[in-house]
């Protein structure tokens, strides 16, 4: 992946993110816990396993990082959404702009202002 570790142990990857590798996250049994929820995601560099949300949202909690509650907070906020979306039947996953644009495409054209008449008109 290109990634470089700094002494602080963390993998700067590309576009300047970092990932922190740890053999048990805060909250988890290691491995074997967070295999159960994994999601798998293809890079550039070939396939990689990561910690489901849930999963996230379990280390986000037991983290005493600073961002912790930040980042509890955004992960909550996702599942929620993820919930809601389930309850509702919501399966388009089409960007929010492609719905609208979508929704907007089969609206009734509407002139705006409307056309003045005779009536309206002011000598």
Known sequence: MGAR???SGRHIV?????????EAPAGTGGEADLARNRVAFD????????????????IADA?????ARRDSV??????????EREA????DERAAGD????????QTAVAWPPPSTPSAKRS
Do not use: F
């Not at 955004?74 to 919930?83: E, F, G, P, S, Y």
């Open 5 to 7: 570790q700094t002494r």
């Open 14 to 22: 590309s576009g300047g993110a970092s990932v922190l590798i740890v």
């Open 43 to 58: 890079t550039p560099a070939g396939a990689v396993d990561a910690a489901g949300l849930i999963d996230l949202l379990r």
């Open 63 to 67: 983290s005493d990082a600073r961002t």
């Open 74 to 83: 955004a992960l909550q906020a996702v599942l929620d959404v993820q919930r």
């Open 88 to 91: 509702a039947g919501t399966t």
């Open 99 to 106: 719905r609208i644009a979508e929704w907007v495409s089969q």
